[in-house]
């Protein structure tokens, strides 16, 4: 063998080295299925409007050496993140809010030293995915992760509460207009199971609990006052899971008091948490099942007597094939069907380009325009991009119809995209007296995104399903864009015994209607002394212009055991001081804050031990794992929605197709140093 043939083998394998040792290990076990997420499994309780959820990651280490892992978990960015441990055989780390720099240093020095380590964090430009990273799993060996969360259950329709629970994450459309900024988001290759068991309890009674995703079990107790909710069957996490419910009086006012023990000092403290959902449109229905007579009826009685400009920008970008684009089509024919008759409309579709359907500006309203409109969206197909900026910036820089016709626009999308707070700084900057809503379609929608977008647009935001009845949808998605609201809301309470109140009840609130109105009260350390005090609530109605009001009586000996209440207030502030980050605007004086500038967030978040976007969970466990400097790291992947893996081929982005043409011509580099190889064997 000569220095030639060695040199062209050395070359080979070097290049085979490099290639391979680029790639983070893909890890499958004896049957072919990746590892080491096993199970992830959700127990959650409902106690009147107050969701606690706690997730339990189960990972398996099959290997003879130590393991690193990395997993995206979907989350809801209104939760409040209030606790996260490690279990492992011998020992539980109980892990710790802090600033994201300290954090991961804590986290990089414990890998070093040969110890368990875990660390979990909201992503910066996708607030809806939390990254859960474990290292030095021990060799042979089985952990657990354990999320805590809480969160406000929803109302819907002002007819029943909803729960969203996201399982699947699709990947980001990379904008132009921010390539640097995307989530890596990797799909398929896993087969971990998901459970779901719920516990539902209501003062009310409950009448009906369904879920519109999934085959559920139900065991009602109590008087039906408590319902135990399961899955029908083995399920995997390849769809959101919804769940509904309705109690006997939805408007009816409840309140929860919780008594916790604040981190920072220790002291035993109490937090209410007051929910109620004013009557501000009579509702004759009380079934979660609406017939379509019936949803004629709330049209033409809710509608028709509105006028306005209306405006749907109509996501038809190539993930929004197969199902989603019939889904999207016959959303936008029932929003035109839906349309006041004096009113004027307008359609934008776009991908990675856009186009008005009236190139003019907005059209009136009349039966041929509609019928027209209507059968140009019927032809609609998918292809492309997801731009959704240049739409956004079309509309709201274009002149409105009529000055006395108020501008509603309705975004409708599937999708999820790299610069979504680049497009909530320009909706607010930008909005004037627009309002938008947003319509996320299939399980694959950003609720990051849609919620964002709605929030800044001064909107709503609504999800539907692939089951779900997509009309029904975007005719009350319309109904509480274009309903009055309700203001001058007071809360009143004995300030001598209260430390605060969230949100602050000397700033302007508004209430529209399916919005339930939830305020915090914070009691100070002397309320242990008291049996029981009363917060007082009134608004003025829109339609009446008469004041209404109520008292709630809030005992202290009916106090439950959890800091969920008093962190999920706190949530509410660095939600607040997220949205003006990214808005640019000023602070807003909703909240109590006691002071102003960029660590104002990270102190609330650690002093309460909350997550925000500014901070950390992090732990270290007290044992050495062996071999730690052995260790080899994995990244899991997340399932694909089932209604994206039934759609068809979409047409790549320029991103996707560079992406294509990097993977290749890594793979042809390969080939290459094979065959080098083998030739440079034949010959020795």
Same mark, same amino acid.
């Given at each position: 063998?000569?220095?030639?043939?060695?040199?062209?083998?050395?070359?080979?394998?070097?290049?085979?080295?490099?290639?391979?040792?680029?790639?983070?290990?893909?890890?499958?076990?004896?049957?072919?299925?990746?590892?080491?997420?096993?199970?992830?499994?959700?127990?959650?309780?409902?106690?009147?409007?107050?969701? =606690?959820?706690?997730?339990?990651?189960?990972?398996?280490?099959?290997?003879?050496?130590?393991?690193?892992?990395?997993?995206?978990?979907?989350?809801?960015?209104?939760?409040?993140?209030?606790?996260?441990?490690?279990?492992?055989?011998?020992?539980?780390?109980?892990?710790?809010?802090?600033?994201?720099?300290?954090?991961?240093?804590?986290?990089?020095?414990?890998?070093?030293?040969?110890?368990?380590?875990?660390?979990?964090?909201?992503?910066?430009?996708?607030?809806?995915?939390?990254?859960?990273?474990?290292?030095?799993?021990?060799?042979?060996?089985?952990?657990?992760?354990?999320?805590?969360?809480?969160?406000?259950?929803?109302?819907?329709? +002002?007819?029943?509460?909803?729960?969203?629970?996201?399982?699947?994450?699709?990947?980001?459309?990379?904008?132009?207009?921010?390539?640097?900024?995307?989530?890596?988001? +990797?799909?398929?290759?896993?087969?971990?199971?998901?459970?779901?068991?719920?516990?539902?309890?209501?003062?009310?009674?409950?009448?009906?609990?369904?879920?519109?995703?999934?085959?559920?079990?139900?065991?009602?107790?109590?008087?039906?006052?408590?319902?135990?909710? +399961?899955?029908?069957?083995?399920?995997?996490?390849?769809?959101?899971?919804?769940?509904?419910?309705?109690?006997?009086?939805?408007?009816?006012?409840?309140?929860?008091?919780?008594?916790?023990?604040?981190?920072?000092?220790?002291?035993?403290?109490?937090?209410?948490?007051?929910?109620?959902?004013?009557?501000?449109?009579?509702?004759?229905?009380?079934?979660?099942?609406?017939?379509?007579?019936?949803?004629?009826?709330?049209?033409?009685?809710?509608?028709?007597?509105?006028?306005?400009?209306?405006?749907?920008?109509?996501?038809?970008?190539?993930?929004?094939?197969?199902?989603?684009?019939?889904?999207?089509?016959?959303?936008?024919?029932?929003?035109?069907?839906?349309?006041?008759?004096?009113?004027?409309?307008?359609?934008?579709?776009?991908?990675?380009?856009?186009?008005?359907?009236?190139?003019?500006?907005?059209?009136?309203?009349?039966?041929?325009?509609?019928?027209?409109?209507?059968?140009?969206?019927?032809?609609?197909?998918?292809?492309?991009?997801?731009?959704?900026?240049?739409?956004?910036?079309?509309?709201?820089?274009?002149?409105?119809?009529?000055?006395?016709?108020?501008?509603?626009?309705?975004?409708?999308?599937?999708?999820?995209?790299?610069?979504?707070?680049?497009?909530?700084?320009?909706?607010?900057?930008?909005?004037?007296?627009?309002?938008?809503?947003?319509?996320?379609?299939?399980?694959?929608?950003?609720?990051?995104?849609?919620?964002?977008?709605?929030?800044?647009?001064?909107?709503?935001?609504?999800?539907?399903?692939?089951?779900?009845?997509?009309?029904?949808?975007?005719?009350?998605?319309?109904?509480?864009?274009?309903?009055?609201?309700?203001?001058?809301?007071?809360?009143?309470?004995?300030?001598?015994?209260?430390?605060?109140?969230?949100?602050?009840?000397?700033?302007?609130?508004?209430?529209?209607?399916?919005?339930?109105?939830?305020?915090?009260?914070?009691?100070?350390?002397?309320?242990? =002394?008291?049996?029981?005090?009363?917060?007082?609530?009134?608004?003025?109605?829109?339609?009446?212009?008469?004041?209404?009001?109520? +008292?709630?009586?809030?005992?202290?000996?009916?106090?439950?055991?959890?800091?969920?209440?008093?962190?999920?207030?706190?949530?509410?502030?660095?939600?607040?001081?997220?949205?003006?980050?990214?808005?640019?605007?000023?602070?807003?004086?909703?909240?109590?804050?006691?002071?102003?500038?960029?660590?104002?967030?990270?102190?609330?978040?650690?002093?309460?031990?909350?997550?925000?976007?500014?901070?950390?969970?992090?732990?270290?466990?007290?044992?050495?794992?062996?071999?730690?400097?052995?260790?080899?790291?994995?990244?899991?992947?997340?399932?694909?929605?089932?209604?994206?893996?039934?759609?068809?081929?979409?047409?790549?982005?320029?991103?996707?197709?560079?992406?294509?043409?990097?993977?290749?011509?890594?793979?042809?580099?390969?080939?290459?140093?094979?065959?080098?190889?083998?030739?440079?064997?034949?010959?020795?």
């Amino acid at each position: 063998m000569n220095f030639q043939k060695l040199s062209l083998i050395g070359l080979a394998i070097a290049c085979i080295l490099t290639l391979t040792s680029s790639q983070e290990l893909c890890l499958v076990d004896t049957s072919g299925k990746r590892v080491p997420l096993r199970s992830i499994n959700y127990n959650i309780s409902i106690y009147e409007t107050l969701a =606690n959820v706690e997730i339990t990651q189960t990972y398996a280490n099959d290997l003879d050496v130590p393991i690193e892992t990395q997993y995206l978990l979907p989350v809801n960015p209104d939760a409040a993140f209030t606790k996260m441990e490690i279990l492992l055989p011998n020992e539980t780390v109980r892990m710790r809010v802090r600033g994201k720099d300290e954090a991961k240093k804590i986290y990089d020095e414990g890998k070093s030293s040969g110890k368990t380590v875990g660390l979990g964090s909201l992503q910066e430009s996708a607030l809806d995915i939390m990254s859960i990273k474990v290292g030095n799993i021990p060799a042979k060996s089985t952990v657990k992760i354990v999320i805590g969360y809480a969160e406000n259950v929803e109302v819907q329709e +002002s007819l029943f509460y909803s729960m969203i629970v996201s399982s699947t994450l699709t990947p980001r459309y990379v904008s132009r207009l921010s390539p640097n900024t995307s989530v890596s988001i +990797s799909t398929g290759g896993v087969d971990f199971t998901w459970d779901i068991i719920a516990t539902i309890y209501s003062s009310k009674g409950l009448q009906a609990v369904q879920s519109p995703t999934h085959q559920i079990n139900v065991n009602y107790l109590e008087g039906k006052k408590t319902a135990k909710i +399961s899955f029908a069957q083995v399920e995997k996490p390849n769809r959101n899971f919804v769940l509904q419910f309705s109690t006997a009086d939805i408007h009816q006012p409840t309140v929860i008091l919780s008594e916790h023990t604040l981190y920072s000092t220790g002291e035993t403290s109490y937090t209410a948490m007051i929910s109620f959902l004013p009557e501000l449109v009579s509702n004759p229905y009380n079934s979660l099942i609406i017939s379509d007579n019936e949803l004629t009826t709330i049209r033409k009685n809710r509608l028709a007597s509105t006028r306005g400009e209306f405006i749907v920008i109509f996501d038809r970008s190539g993930s929004m094939g197969g199902s989603r684009i019939i889904k999207a089509r016959e959303s936008v024919i029932a929003f035109l069907n839906a349309l006041p008759t004096d009113s004027y409309f307008n359609i934008i579709i776009f991908d990675d380009q856009y186009e008005a359907y009236s190139k003019e500006g907005s059209i009136k309203t009349s039966a041929e325009s509609i019928r027209l409109a209507s059968q140009f969206i019927s032809s609609v197909s998918d292809r492309g991009g997801t731009e959704i900026y240049d739409p956004l910036k079309y509309v709201l820089q274009s002149k409105v119809a009529n000055a006395e016709y108020p501008r509603f626009i309705f975004l409708m999308t599937d999708g999820d995209v790299s610069n979504t707070d680049q497009i909530i700084s320009f909706v607010s900057g930008n909005l004037g007296s627009s309002k938008i809503s947003a319509l996320g379609i299939g399980s694959g929608a950003s609720t990051y995104l849609v919620k964002s977008i709605a929030k800044s647009g001064k909107g709503f935001s609504y999800f539907v399903t692939d089951k779900e009845d997509v009309s029904l949808k975007v005719v009350f998605l319309m109904l509480k864009t274009i309903s009055a609201s309700c203001d001058k809301i007071a809360v009143s309470y004995d300030k001598g015994i209260v430390a605060q109140a969230i949100p602050n009840p000397e700033t302007e609130q508004v209430i529209t209607v399916n919005e339930v109105y939830n305020t915090f009260i914070v009691f100070k350390p002397s309320f242990v =002394n008291q049996d029981s005090t009363q917060v007082k609530v009134s608004y003025l109605h829109p339609q009446t212009k008469s004041p209404v009001s109520f +008292s709630v009586n809030i005992q202290r000996n009916t106090a439950l055991k959890t800091d969920s209440l008093i962190k999920l207030g706190i949530h509410k502030i660095l939600k607040s001081y997220q949205e003006w980050k990214r808005s640019g605007s000023k602070l807003s004086k909703e909240f109590y804050l006691e002071s102003e500038g960029d660590s104002i967030g990270k102190e609330l978040s650690v002093r309460y031990q909350v997550l925000s976007d500014d901070t950390a969970f992090v732990g270290v466990s007290e044992r050495l794992v062996q071999n730690a400097n052995s260790s080899q790291s994995v990244n899991i992947g997340n399932y694909e929605s089932v209604d994206y893996s039934n759609s068809n081929t979409y047409a790549p982005s320029s991103s996707y197709v560079s992406g294509i043409l990097l993977g290749l011509g890594y793979l042809s580099l390969l080939l290459l140093s094979l065959h080098l190889l083998l030739l440079s064997l034949i010959h020795i």
